[in-house]
C-alpha cells in the first residue's frame, strides 16, 4: 500500500504530459478506475440479457446500434466525471443542494426501488448462471449474497476496488467464447457498413433496450462519486476523460461479442430464447461446451460484480443526499442508515429470488421501466448542473457540447419513455 | 433584546420561505425568496427579506424592519420604489437559505458533518435571531411536507414521537464557501473540535472545502489535525499552501510526522519548505528524511534527550524543563558516552523519584533494548509487544544512538492490520 501510494505522489508530482511517456502511463494506471469499473458493471445480469436476445432474435442487424451507444455513453458520463472532478462532490450532493429536500426525497425513493429491481436481477443472473453449472439457486444466491455483504462490510474498501478492477478481466471470456463460435468476419464488417432499421414494434424495442440497458440511472451517480473518491483535480482531469473512454469502448467491445455470438449460432440456426441462460444452453450443441461454460463464467461474473456494487453505491447516494454518515471507515452503529440500507437492499433483492412464484422476469421488465422513467429526469438535472457556473466555473460544457449533450439527453428520454409507452400497451 | 407584549416563538424558514407578502392595504406584494442575516453576530439577526415581485417577477431586497408582521404571511407598510432595491448585501451578511439550507455544516460540539434541513428562529417583538440548525430526519419530512403522515404513522404503529434534532447556531460552523469560514474566523468554533476529530471532518469533505477548512485553522490546530490526516490528504492539503504558511504549520508537527509529510511532497516544493523552516528543524527532518520510510530510521525521530551518565538527576530534571517544548518524547531518558553508544536508560518516573544529587549512571537500567537502523517495522512491533516499552532507541552499523521509535508512530502502522 505504501508503496503504491508513494508511486502515485511521485508520478503526480512528475507525470505531467510531455515529459517522459512511461510517467505519463504510470499516472494514467494510478488513476483509472472508476469510468472503467463503471462501464464494466453496467453490463449486468440485464445488459447481457438483452445482448443476447438482441443476437438472437435479429441476428447481426442490431450490431451497428453500438457505434452511437458508445457515443452516447462517452458524453453522458464524460459530463460526469468532469462534475465530480470540478465540484468535489457527489451527484446526489450537487442535487440536493441545488433542488433542495422535496425534489431529492422522492428521487432518492425511486432511484432505490429501481436500484432494488437491478439487484433483484443481478441475483437472478447469479442464481441463473450456477445453474448451469449444476448449482441450486437455494445455495447459490444466499452464499453470494453473504460474500457479497462481507465483502464489503468487513472488507477495506481499497482492496475491494482493485479486487473489481481484476474482475473486469473476466469479461474478456465473451471475447473468447465470440471467437469459438468461428465468426465470418466479412459478413459482420457488412453488417457495420450497411445500418439497417426497420420500423417494426419488435425490432424497435430492441434497439431502445439496447440503448436502456447501456444508460442507467446508477451509473452517473456511481461514477461521480467513485471520482470524488480518487480525490483529483482539475489538472488530471484528461486521465480521468481517458478512463471513461476507455470504459465505455469496452463495454460496447462486450457487447458486440455477445450479440455475435448469438447471431451467428442462435440466430442462423432459428432457436428462440428467453433469457441469458437460455442463451449459454442453447449454445452447447451449437458451439460446443466450453463455449457455453465460457459464457455462463461471463454471466456469473458479470452478475456477482453488478451485485456487489449496486447495493453500496445506492446507499452511498442515499446517504450523501439526506447527510447521514456513510462511510465505510464508520462502525456500524456509527452509520446505521448506511449499513441499513445496503444490508436491507442485499437481502431483501436475495430474498426475494428464493421466494417461490416470483414473477422475476416481471420484477426485472418493471424495474427497466423504472429505470427509463427517471433516466430522463437525472440527465436534466445533470445538464444543468454541468452548466452551473457557480459548481463549475469554466468547467462548464463548451455550446457544442451542450448541443451534443442536449440532443442526446433528448434522444434519450423520447427513446425511454418511448419504450415504456411501448411495453405499457 | 427589548422583548414587547409579542411572545417570543419559533419559527422555521422552511415556514417563511414561499409565503406571500402583503402591503398594509392588502395589496400582494410578492413571495419571500430568502432571507438576509448577519453572520458575524453570535446569534445572527435577520436584516432582510428578499422578494420576487408580483407585479414584474423582479427579485428585490427589503429591510427586514420594514416587516410589520410575520405571521403566516409578511405584511409590509405601502411600499415606495426606493424601499425596494436590487440584492447587494453589506460584509458580514449573507443569504441564508442561498448560503445553508441543504447545505454541509459542521457539528462542533459532536464532532460530525451534517446537512441542515432547516434553520429555526427565534421570534423576539419583530425580530428574528438565528438560534437552531435542523438536521433530523423529523425536519427532512416537514421540508417534503410528509412530516404530519409519517408522525400519524409512527405514533400508531410503534407509539413513536419522532422530535427535532436541533443544533445550537453556537455550535455549526457553516462551511459552503470559503468566505463564510473567513467571516466566523473571529469566533472559529472548528478549534473546539479535538485534532484528531477535525481530520476526520477533513477528510470526509470534498476538496474545496477541505482546503478552506484547514486553512482557517491556526498554526497549532493545523498543525495537530495535520499529523491525524490521510498521508494522501495531507500531501493535497500542503500543496495548496504558500512556502511560507507550509513551513510554519510543519514545524509545529512532531519531527518523524513532518519527515514522513515531506518525504511524500514532490521534491521542489519540499525543498522550497525545507529552506523556510528554521535552520536546526530543517537539518533534523533532512536527517530522518534519509531513511526509507518502512524501515527502522523512517519511523524515528531525534527529538529526544541524551545525557551523560554522570549528570545528576537535578539537573537532568532542569534540562527536561526547558527543553520539553520541543522534544517528542521526554518519558525516557538515554544515557550516552562520548561516542554517542548507550550506556543505560531511565524513565521519568525513575528520575522524580531518585534523590537530587544522584548520579544517572547510579540509577539507570543498563539492559537496554535496541533496534538497528535498518530493521524493518513488523520486526520492531514484535519487540514492542515483547519488552512492552513506550518507546525504542535506534542504533546506527556502530552501535551509536541516531533516534528513538515512539510506540505511537508505530501504532499507525499495524494499527490497520489488527483486526482484520
Known amino acids: 500500500m505504501a508503496d503504491i501510494h508513494f508511486g502515485v505522489s511521485r508520478a503526480l508530482r512528475e507525470g505531467l504530459p510531455g515529459k517522459k511517456h512511461w510517467k505519463t502511463l504510470a499516472l494514467f494506471l494510478a488513476l483509472v478506475g472508476p469510468g472503467i469499473i463503471t462501464s464494466n458493471v453496467d453490463n449486468d445480469a440485464g445488459g447481457i440479457t438483452t445482448y443476447s436476445l438482441a443476437g438472437a432474435d435479429y441476428g447481426l442487424a442490431l450490431l451497428w446500434t453500438l457505434i452511437p451507444i458508445t457515443g452516447v455513453l462517452i458524453v453522458i458520463q464524460e459530463m460526469c466525471a468532469r462534475m465530480g472532478v470540478i465540484s468535489g462532490k457527489g451527484l446526489s450532493d450537487l442535487i440536493r443542494e441545488r433542488f433542495g429536500a422535496r425534489i431529492t426525497f422522492y428521487l432518492m425513493i425511486v432511484l432505490f426501488l429501481a436500484n432494488l429491481g437491478n439487484a433483484i436481477s443481478n441475483f437472478a443472473g447469479v442464481a441463473a448462471s450456477l445453474e448451469i453449472f449444476g448449482v441450486s439457486r437455494y445455495a447459490s444466491v444466499p452464499l453470494s449474497a453473504a460474500f457479497v455483504w462481507w465483502l464489503v462490510v468487513k472488507g477495506n474498501y481499497k482492496s475491494v476496488e482493485k479486487v473489481f478492477l481484476y474482475a473486469c478481466v473476466f469479461y474478456l471470456s465473451y471475447i473468447v467464447s465470440g471467437f469459438m ?114 459464457f455462463a463464467f461471463g454471466l456469473l461474473n458479470a452478475s456477482l460484480f453488478a451485485a456487489s456494487i449496486l447495493p453500496i453505491s445506492t446507499s452511498y447516494t442515499i446517504c450523501e443526499a439526506f447527510g447521514w454518515e456513510s462511510s465505510l471507515n464508520r462502525k456500524f452503529l456509527e452509520a446505521p442508515q448506511f449499513y441499513g440500507l445496503y444490508s436491507l437492499m442485499i437481502f431483501l433483492s436475495a430474498g426475494i429470488i428464493l421466494l417461490p412464484d416470483m414473477p422475476l422476469i416481471g420484477i426485472m421488465f418493471y424495474s427497466q421501466v423504472i429505470n427509463g422513467a427517471i433516466l430522463p429526469v437525472i440527465l436534466v438535472f445533470m445538464l444543468l448542473l454541468v452548466n452551473d457556473k457557480r459548481i463549475m466555473g469554466k468547467y462548464v460544457n463548451g455550446r457544442l457540447m451542450n448541443c451534443i449533450s442536449w440532443l442526446t439527453v433528448a434522444v434519450l428520454s423520447v427513446l425511454s419513455l418511448g419504450l415504456i409507452v411501448v411495453s405499457l400497451f | ?355 537530587p544529587e544522584t548520579a544517572l549512571a547510579d540509577i539507570m537500567d543498563t539492559r537496554v533494548i535496541s533496534v538497528d537502523i535498518e530493521e524493518r517495522k513488523d520486526r520492531i512491533a514484535d519487540d514492542f509487544a515483547k519488552y512492552g516499552i513506550m518507546a525504542i532507541p535506534v542504533v546506527d552499523a556502530d552501535e551509536r544512538l541516531k533516534g528513538v521509535i515512539l510506540f505511537k508512530n508505530l501504532l499507525e502502522v499495524v494499527a490497520p492490520k489488527l483486526g482484520r
Open chain 1, 181 to 294: 463460435g468461428k465468426p465470418d468476419w466479412g459478413e459482420i464488417g457488412a453488417s457495420f457498413l450497411r445500418p439497417e432499421i426497420r420500423l417494426e414494434k419488435g425490432f424497435l424495442t430492441m434497439a431502445v433496450g439496447l440503448i436502456g440497458t447501456t444508460v442507467a440511472p446508477w451509473m452517473q451517480f456511481y461514477l461521480q462519486s467513485s471520482v470524488v473518491d480518487k480525490g483529483l483535480k482539475a489538472e488530471n482531469y484528461q486521465y480521468i476523460r481517458m478512463d471513461v473512454i476507455i470504459g465505455s469502448v469496452m463495454v460496447s467491445v462486450v457487447a458486440f461479442f455477445i450479440i455475435m455470438l448469438c447471431a451467428i449460432t442462435l440466430f442462423q440456426n432459428g432457436v428462440r430464447i428467453e433469457s441469458a441462460k437460455d442463451a449459454a444452453q442453447a449454445l452447447a450443441p451449437l458451439a460446443g461446451e466450453y463455449c457455453a461454460w465460457l
Open chain 2, 1 to 355: 433584546m427589548a422583548v414587547g407584549d409579542e411572545p417570543r416563538s419559533f419559527i422555521f424558514l422552511s415556514a417563511i420561505l414561499g409565503s406571500r407578502v402583503f402591503d398594509s392595504e392588502g395589496r400582494a406584494v410578492g413571495r419571500v425568496l430568502d432571507l438576509g442575516g448577519n453572520i458575524q453576530e453570535s446569534y445572527p439577526p435577520v436584516t432582510h427579506v428578499l422578494l420576487r415581485l408580483e407585479k414584474d417577477n423582479r427579485v428585490v431586497q427589503l429591510p427586514w424592519r420594514k416587516v410589520e408582521s410575520s405571521n403566516g404571511e409578511l405584511i409590509v407598510p405601502s411600499l415606495q420604489p426606493e424601499d425596494l432595491r436590487s440584492p447587494s448585501l453589506a460584509a458580514g451578511e449573507l443569504f441564508l437559505k442561498d448560503a445553508l439550507l441543504d447545505k454541509q455544516v459542521v457539528d462542533t460540539d459532536g464532532a460530525k458533518i451534517r446537512r441542515v434541513n432547516d434553520l429555526q428562529f427565534l421570534k423576539a417583538h419583530k425580530a428574528l435571531y438565528l438560534v437552531h440548525v435542523d438536521v433530523g430526519f423529523h425536519g427532512l419530512l416537514r421540508r417534503v411536507g410528509l412530516q404530519r403522515p409519517a408522525r400519524y404513522l409512527l405514533r400508531k404503529l410503534f407509539d413513536y414521537d419522532m422530535t427535532d434534532q436541533l443544533i445550537s447556531w453556537k455550535f455549526v460552523q457553516p462551511l459552503s464557501s470559503p468566505d463564510l469560514l473567513r467571516l466566523t474566523i473571529a469566533h472559529n468554533r472548528l478549534a473546539q473540535i479535538h485534532p484528531a476529530d477535525l481530520a476526520d471532518i477533513i477528510e470526509e469533505l470534498d476538496i474545496h472545502q477541505r482546503s478552506a477548512v484547514f486553512r482557517s485553522l491556526d498554526v497549532e490546530t493545523a498543525a495537530e489535525t495535520l499529523e491525524e490526516t490521510d498521508p494522501k490528504i495531507q500531501v493535497s492539503l500542503i500543496q495548496d499552501l504558500d512556502m511560507a504558511n507550509a513551513s510554519d504549520i510543519i514545524e509545529e508537527m512532531s519531527l518523524s510526522e513532518a519527515a514522513d509529510l515531506l518525504g511524500d511532497l514532490p521534491r521542489d516544493k519540499a525543498e522550497g519548505i525545507l529552506r523556510e523552516m528554521e535552520q536546526e528543524v530543517a537539518e533534523d527532518v533532512k536527517e530522518l528524511l534519509s531513511h526509507p520510510e518502512e524501515k527502522a530510521g523512517g519511523l524515528m525521530t531525534t527529538a529526544f534527550l541524551r545525557f551523560a551518565p554522570a549528570t545528576r538527576a537535578d539537573e537532568a530534571l532542569e534540562t527536561i524543563r526547558r527543553e520539553a517544548d520541543d522534544m517528542d518524547l521526554i518519558y525516557y531518558l538515554y544515557a550516552v558516552d562520548g561516542e554517542e553508544h548507550i550506556l543505560g536508560v531511565l524513565s521519568l518516573r525513575d528520575l522524580l523519584t531518585a534523590k
